[in-house]
C-alpha cells in the first residue's frame, strides 16, 4: 500500500481544522490502496488549533501533528515535507489549506491522475472546470488573474494556467530532488518556487480543476503587498528572462568591438566585417543561451542537434533583422529620421526582445513535455 501525506499547515484556524481533518479521512476509505496520514503543521496559533488537533489524535491515529516556529507558510511546508519524507515515510504529499478553502472530496481525484503517471497534481482554478469564489472584490480577482498571467508569460509555459494554487498532490522522490532549491521562499511564494523546480527538473504536471471556497471561520494570512513583489522578484530572477537579456547585451558589445577590429583596425570592407561580427555573435548568443539562460532544456551536444539548433537560431535572428529594417522604415516614414536611436530602441524593447524571446522558448528551447 501506498502512503498519501495530507499536509495542513495551520495558524489560528480553530474554526476549520476540526471539519477539515474530519473531511479529509472521510475520503480515506474512497482509495483503499491508498494509506492515508494527516500532518498538520502547526506554528503556534494563539487560539484553540493545537488543542482541537491533539484532541483529534485520539480518534484519528493517523493524524500526526508537528510544532514549528511561525515562519511563514513557505517554511511550515518544508518542515512539513522533511517530517513527511523522513518519518512518515510519504509516497505522495498534498498541500492543502486548512480553512476549507480546499474540498477534501477532490483527494481521490488527485490520487487517480497520480496513478495516471502525474508526478505533480495541480488543483487548478483556472483550468476548464475551476473557479473561484463569485464574491470575492474586483481587485482580489484581478491580481490573482493578473498574477498567474505575469507568471505564465515570464516563463513562458502557457500549458499551467494555475501557478499560486495551494492544493497540490506531489511525488515523494520528486520533492526531495528539489526540496534543497526552494528552502529559502519562506512566503508564499514558495508555492510559485517549488512548481517551477518541478517543472525544471522534468516532472510530468497535470492539472485537475477545483472549486476554491472562500473561508467562513478565521482570515487569512497573505501579505498581499510582500507576495506580489517576491512573485515578480521570483518570475524576473527566475525565469530565463533576465539571462536572455543580458546575452543580448553582451552580443551588442562583441558585435561593436569585432566591427571596430574587422572594418577600423584591419581595413576590412564593411559589409565583410559586418557579416563576420553578426555570425559571430549568433554563434556566441546561441551558446551562452544553451548553456546559461535556458540552461535546464539544454540541447544535447551531438553535432547534429547542436548544428540544427544553431541553425534555427540563425533563422530566428535572421526574423530580428526583418523586424528592425521594416521598423526603422515605418518609423522614419511616419516621424522623421532625428529620432532614429529612439526609435531603435522602442523597436528592440518592444518589438525584438518579446519576439526573441517567444521563438528561442518555442522554436529553439521547446519544453520537453
Ligand atoms: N503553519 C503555518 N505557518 N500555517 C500558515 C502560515 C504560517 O506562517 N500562514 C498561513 N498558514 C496556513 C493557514 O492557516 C491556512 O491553513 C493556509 O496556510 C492558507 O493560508 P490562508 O491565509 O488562508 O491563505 P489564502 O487563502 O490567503 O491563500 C490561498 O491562495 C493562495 C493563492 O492565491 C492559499 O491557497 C495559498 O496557498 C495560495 O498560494
Ligand atoms: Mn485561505
Do not use: C
Not at 511561525?70 to 519524507?85: C, D
Not at 472530496?105 to 476548464?128: H, N
Not at 548568443?285 to 551531438?302: A, C, G, I, M
Amino acid at each position: 500500500m501506498s502512503r498519501a501525506v495530507v499536509i495542513l499547515p495551520t495558524y489560528n484556524e480553530e474554526g476549520n481544522i476540526r471539519s477539515v481533518i474530519e473531511g479529509v479521512f472521510a475520503q480515506a476509505g474512497k482509495k483503499p490502496s491508498w494509506d492515508l496520514h494527516i500532518l498538520v503543521v502547526e506554528s503556534t496559533s494563539q487560539d484553540r488549533t493545537d488543542e482541537i488537533v491533539t484532541g483529534l489524535q485520539k480518534n484519528y491515529k493517523k493524524l500526526h501533528i508537528l510544532r514549528t516556529k511561525k515562519e511563514g507558510l513557505g517554511k511550515a511546508y518544508i518542515r512539513g515535507f522533511e517530517y513527511a519524507l523522513n518519518i512518515l515515510n510519504a509516497d505522495i504529499i498534498f498541500q492543502m489549506d486548512a480553512d476549507l478553502s480546499h474540498e477534501p472530496a477532490k483527494i481521490p481525484a488527485f490520487l487517480s491522475l497520480i496513478e495516471s503517471g502525474a508526478d505533480f497534481v495541480i488543483g487548478s482554478r483556472y483550468t476548464k472546470g475551476g473557479s473561484i469564489p463569485e464574491n470575492w472584490d474586483f481587485h482580489r480577482k484581478l491580481f490573482s488573474v493578473l498574477g498567474n498571467w505575469i507568471i505564465r508569460i515570464g516563463f513562458m509555459n502557457m500549458k499551467i494556467t494555475d501557478w499560486t494554487s495551494g492544493f497540490r498532490a506531489i511525488r515523494a522522490p520528486l520533492i526531495r530532488n528539489i526540496i534543497a532549491k526552494v528552502d529559502n521562499f519562506s512566503g508564499y511564494v514558495f508555492q510559485v518556487a517549488i512548481l517551477d523546480n518541478a517543472l525544471k527538473n522534468g516532472a510530468t504536471v497535470k492539472e485537475l480543476p477545483i472549486q476554491f471556497k472562500d473561508r467562513k471561520e478565521g482570515k487569512s494570512k497573505i501579505d498581499s503587498i510582500e507576495y506580489i513583489i517576491q512573485t515578480l522578484l521570483y518570475v524576473f530572477l527566475e525565469s530565463s528572462f533576465v539571462k536572455f537579456v543580458l546575452v543580448g547585451g553582451t552580443g551588442f558589445l562583441l558585435d561593436s568591438i569585432i566591427l571596430y577590429i574587422l572594418a577600423l583596425k584591419l581595413h576590412f570592407p564593411p559589409w565583410f566585417a559586418k557579416l563576420i561580427s553578426a555570425e559571430t555573435v549568433i554563434i556566441s548568443n546561441f551558446t551562452l543561451n544553451n548553456f546559461w539562460s535556458f540552461s535546464h532544456k539544454q540541447l544535447d551536444l551531438r553535432w547534429k542537434t547542436y548544428f540544427r539548433g544553431l541553425l534555427k537560431f540563425n533563422i530566428v535572428s535572421s526574423g530580428n533583422i526583418f523586424i528592425q529594417t521594416i521598423g526603422i522604415s515605418v518609423m522614419t516614414y511616419l516621424f522623421g529620421k532625428s529620432n532614429i536611436i529612439l526609435y531603435n530602441a522602442l523597436i528592440i524593447i518592444l518589438l525584438v526582445i518579446p519576439y526573441s524571446y517567444f521563438f528561442y522558448n518555442k522554436f529553439i528551447w521547446k519544453d520537453s513535455r
